[in-house]
T-cell receptor
Framework: KNQVEQSPQSLIILEGKNCTLQ??????????LRWYKQDTGRGPVSLTI?????NTKSNGRYTATLDADTKQSSLHITASQLSDSASYIC?????????????FGKGTHLIIQP | DAGVIQSPRHEVTEMGQEVTLRCKPI?????LFWYRQTMMRGLELLIY????????DSGMPEDRFSAKMPNASFSTLKIQPSEPRDSAVYFC????????????FGPGTRLTVT
Protein backbone atom coordinates (compact mmCIF):
# COMPACT_ATOMS: atom_id res chain seq x y z
CA LYS A 1 0.00 0.00 0.00
CA ASN A 2 1.30 3.46 -0.92
CA GLN A 3 2.14 5.55 2.10
CA VAL A 4 3.60 8.96 2.88
CA GLU A 5 4.99 9.59 6.35
CA GLN A 6 5.92 13.05 7.53
CA SER A 7 8.01 14.06 10.51
CA PRO A 8 7.95 15.70 12.88
CA GLN A 9 4.21 15.88 13.44
CA SER A 10 4.65 19.35 14.91
CA LEU A 11 7.53 21.75 15.39
CA ILE A 12 8.07 25.02 17.22
CA ILE A 13 11.04 27.24 16.39
CA LEU A 14 12.06 30.83 16.99
CA GLU A 15 11.74 33.43 14.29
CA GLY A 16 14.89 33.68 12.21
CA LYS A 17 15.93 30.09 12.76
CA ASN A 18 16.13 27.41 10.06
CA CYS A 19 14.24 24.14 10.08
CA THR A 20 13.89 20.97 8.04
CA LEU A 21 10.76 18.89 7.55
CA GLN A 22 10.94 15.28 6.43
CA UNK A 23 8.83 13.16 4.09
CA UNK A 24 9.34 9.43 3.54
CA UNK A 25 7.26 7.55 1.01
CA UNK A 26 6.64 4.06 -0.26
CA UNK A 27 4.75 5.10 -3.39
CA UNK A 28 5.68 3.03 -6.41
CA UNK A 29 6.09 3.64 -9.24
CA UNK A 30 7.07 7.24 -8.57
CA UNK A 31 6.07 10.19 -10.72
CA UNK A 32 6.44 13.37 -8.70
CA LEU A 33 6.46 14.79 -5.20
CA ARG A 34 4.86 18.04 -4.11
CA TRP A 35 5.09 20.16 -1.01
CA TYR A 36 2.08 22.25 -0.04
CA LYS A 37 1.76 24.99 2.57
CA GLN A 38 -1.60 25.28 4.31
CA ASP A 39 -2.31 28.33 6.43
CA THR A 40 -4.93 27.99 9.14
CA GLY A 41 -8.41 28.24 7.67
CA ARG A 42 -7.22 28.15 4.08
CA GLY A 43 -6.68 25.63 1.33
CA PRO A 44 -3.23 24.17 0.55
CA VAL A 45 -0.97 26.16 -1.75
CA SER A 46 1.77 24.55 -3.79
CA LEU A 47 5.38 25.32 -2.88
CA THR A 48 7.30 22.95 -5.14
CA ILE A 49 6.85 19.96 -7.40
CA UNK A 50 9.75 17.62 -8.12
CA UNK A 51 10.01 14.85 -10.67
CA UNK A 52 12.27 11.81 -10.61
CA UNK A 53 15.20 13.58 -12.24
CA UNK A 54 15.23 16.57 -9.90
CA ASN A 55 16.97 16.42 -6.54
CA THR A 56 16.74 20.05 -5.44
CA LYS A 57 14.26 22.83 -6.08
CA SER A 58 13.98 26.21 -4.41
CA ASN A 59 11.13 28.66 -3.97
CA GLY A 60 12.42 31.69 -2.13
CA ARG A 61 13.38 30.66 1.40
CA TYR A 62 11.98 27.16 0.80
CA THR A 63 14.27 24.46 -0.59
CA ALA A 64 13.03 20.95 -1.29
CA THR A 65 15.29 17.97 -1.82
CA LEU A 66 14.47 14.57 -3.22
CA ASP A 67 16.35 11.29 -2.98
CA ALA A 68 14.46 8.87 -5.19
CA ASP A 69 16.74 6.00 -4.21
CA THR A 70 15.94 6.21 -0.52
CA LYS A 71 12.44 7.57 -1.18
CA GLN A 72 12.96 10.57 1.03
CA SER A 73 12.30 14.26 0.62
CA SER A 74 12.94 17.23 2.85
CA LEU A 75 11.71 20.80 2.94
CA HIS A 76 14.21 23.27 4.37
CA ILE A 77 13.03 26.69 5.51
CA THR A 78 15.71 29.34 5.87
CA ALA A 79 15.50 32.36 8.16
CA SER A 80 11.97 31.56 9.28
CA GLN A 81 9.33 34.26 9.52
CA LEU A 82 6.11 34.42 11.50
CA SER A 83 4.20 33.94 8.25
CA ASP A 84 5.79 30.51 7.84
CA SER A 85 3.55 29.24 10.63
CA ALA A 86 1.38 26.70 8.82
CA SER A 87 0.96 23.02 8.06
CA TYR A 88 3.22 21.59 5.38
CA ILE A 89 1.89 18.65 3.42
CA CYS A 90 3.90 16.22 1.29
CA UNK A 91 2.05 14.60 -1.63
CA UNK A 92 3.46 11.85 -3.81
CA UNK A 93 2.08 10.82 -7.20
CA UNK A 94 2.54 7.45 -8.84
CA UNK A 95 3.01 7.18 -12.55
CA UNK A 96 -0.64 6.51 -13.20
CA UNK A 97 -1.15 10.15 -13.90
CA UNK A 98 -4.60 10.44 -12.43
CA UNK A 99 -5.62 12.11 -9.23
CA UNK A 100 -6.33 8.71 -7.76
CA UNK A 101 -2.56 8.14 -7.82
CA UNK A 102 -1.94 10.84 -5.22
CA UNK A 103 -0.93 9.82 -1.70
CA PHE A 104 -1.05 12.53 0.95
CA GLY A 105 0.98 12.83 4.12
CA LYS A 106 -0.77 14.08 7.24
CA GLY A 107 1.43 17.13 7.40
CA THR A 108 3.84 18.84 9.77
CA HIS A 109 2.38 21.64 11.86
CA LEU A 110 5.01 24.38 12.13
CA ILE A 111 4.80 27.24 14.61
CA ILE A 112 7.19 30.16 14.44
CA GLN A 113 7.52 32.06 17.71
CA PRO A 114 8.72 35.68 17.91
CA ASP B 1 -7.93 36.36 -11.20
CA ALA B 2 -10.55 34.71 -9.08
CA GLY B 3 -9.40 31.47 -7.54
CA VAL B 4 -11.53 28.46 -6.77
CA ILE B 5 -14.72 29.62 -5.08
CA GLN B 6 -16.53 27.50 -2.52
CA SER B 7 -19.77 28.10 -0.69
CA PRO B 8 -20.79 28.15 2.01
CA ARG B 9 -17.61 28.71 4.01
CA HIS B 10 -19.23 27.31 7.13
CA GLU B 11 -22.19 24.99 7.51
CA VAL B 12 -23.76 23.74 10.72
CA THR B 13 -26.55 21.23 10.39
CA GLU B 14 -28.33 18.58 12.35
CA MET B 15 -27.87 14.88 11.82
CA GLY B 16 -30.14 13.56 9.11
CA GLN B 17 -30.32 16.78 7.15
CA GLU B 18 -29.19 17.16 3.56
CA VAL B 19 -26.07 19.23 2.95
CA THR B 20 -24.97 20.66 -0.39
CA LEU B 21 -21.53 22.12 -0.91
CA ARG B 22 -20.77 24.18 -3.99
CA CYS B 23 -17.66 24.86 -6.02
CA LYS B 24 -16.76 27.11 -8.93
CA PRO B 25 -13.41 26.09 -10.45
CA ILE B 26 -10.90 28.43 -12.04
CA UNK B 27 -12.03 29.39 -15.53
CA UNK B 28 -10.32 27.27 -18.16
CA UNK B 29 -9.41 24.40 -15.85
CA UNK B 30 -10.78 21.05 -16.95
CA UNK B 31 -10.21 18.92 -13.87
CA LEU B 32 -12.03 19.30 -10.56
CA PHE B 33 -11.39 17.51 -7.29
CA TRP B 34 -13.30 17.16 -4.02
CA TYR B 35 -11.29 16.49 -0.86
CA ARG B 36 -12.13 16.01 2.80
CA GLN B 37 -9.71 16.97 5.58
CA THR B 38 -9.80 15.88 9.21
CA MET B 39 -7.20 15.94 11.94
CA MET B 40 -7.14 12.17 12.14
CA ARG B 41 -6.96 11.29 8.46
CA GLY B 42 -5.51 14.39 6.81
CA LEU B 43 -6.53 15.16 3.23
CA GLU B 44 -8.50 12.49 1.40
CA LEU B 45 -9.55 12.57 -2.24
CA LEU B 46 -13.27 11.88 -2.54
CA ILE B 47 -13.90 12.19 -6.27
CA TYR B 48 -12.53 13.94 -9.32
CA UNK B 49 -13.84 14.99 -12.71
CA UNK B 50 -12.13 15.48 -16.06
CA UNK B 51 -14.08 17.58 -18.56
CA UNK B 52 -17.15 17.35 -16.31
CA UNK B 53 -17.06 13.53 -16.29
CA UNK B 54 -16.53 11.68 -12.99
CA UNK B 55 -13.35 9.63 -13.34
CA UNK B 56 -12.87 8.05 -9.95
CA ASP B 57 -15.30 8.12 -7.03
CA SER B 58 -13.68 5.33 -5.05
CA GLY B 59 -12.89 7.80 -2.29
CA MET B 60 -16.53 8.61 -1.66
CA PRO B 61 -17.14 7.06 1.75
CA GLU B 62 -20.71 5.93 1.33
CA ASP B 63 -23.76 6.13 -0.85
CA ARG B 64 -24.83 9.08 1.26
CA PHE B 65 -22.26 11.12 -0.67
CA SER B 66 -22.83 12.19 -4.25
CA ALA B 67 -21.17 14.72 -6.54
CA LYS B 68 -22.19 16.32 -9.80
CA MET B 69 -20.60 18.60 -12.33
CA PRO B 70 -23.33 19.78 -14.70
CA ASN B 71 -20.99 22.16 -16.53
CA ALA B 72 -17.41 23.33 -16.59
CA SER B 73 -17.98 26.12 -14.09
CA PHE B 74 -19.94 24.44 -11.32
CA SER B 75 -19.88 21.36 -9.12
CA THR B 76 -21.76 20.18 -6.04
CA LEU B 77 -21.04 17.68 -3.31
CA LYS B 78 -24.13 16.46 -1.53
CA ILE B 79 -24.45 14.49 1.69
CA GLN B 80 -27.84 12.98 2.40
CA PRO B 81 -28.48 12.18 5.19
CA SER B 82 -25.63 13.81 7.08
CA GLU B 83 -24.05 12.23 10.15
CA PRO B 84 -21.79 13.67 12.89
CA ARG B 85 -18.79 11.74 11.51
CA ASP B 86 -19.11 13.75 8.30
CA SER B 87 -17.88 16.81 10.20
CA ALA B 88 -14.73 17.97 8.41
CA VAL B 89 -13.39 20.62 6.08
CA TYR B 90 -14.27 19.94 2.46
CA PHE B 91 -12.00 21.34 -0.22
CA CYS B 92 -12.55 21.74 -3.91
CA UNK B 93 -9.55 22.07 -6.23
CA UNK B 94 -9.16 22.54 -9.95
CA UNK B 95 -6.37 22.12 -12.50
CA UNK B 96 -5.56 21.54 -16.13
CA UNK B 97 -5.71 17.82 -16.79
CA UNK B 98 -2.31 16.17 -16.62
CA UNK B 99 0.04 14.43 -14.27
CA UNK B 100 2.18 17.36 -13.22
CA UNK B 101 -0.39 20.06 -13.50
CA UNK B 102 -0.84 22.11 -10.37
CA UNK B 103 -4.01 21.80 -8.33
CA UNK B 104 -5.42 25.05 -6.99
CA PHE B 105 -7.45 24.68 -3.84
CA GLY B 106 -10.44 26.68 -2.71
CA PRO B 107 -10.78 28.05 0.82
CA GLY B 108 -12.84 25.06 1.96
CA THR B 109 -16.20 24.56 3.63
CA ARG B 110 -16.14 23.70 7.30
CA LEU B 111 -19.02 21.33 7.96
CA THR B 112 -20.29 20.59 11.45
CA VAL B 113 -23.02 17.99 11.88
CA THR B 114 -24.56 17.93 15.33
Amino acid sequence: KNQVEQSPQSLIILEGKNCTLQCNYTVSPFSNLRWYKQDTGRGPVSLTIMTFSENTKSNGRYTATLDADTKQSSLHITASQLSDSASYICVVSDSGGGADGLTFGKGTHLIIQP
Amino acid sequence: DAGVIQSPRHEVTEMGQEVTLRCKPISGHNSLFWYRQTMMRGLELLIYFNNNVPIDDSGMPEDRFSAKMPNASFSTLKIQPSEPRDSAVYFCASSFYGENYEQYFGPGTRLTVT
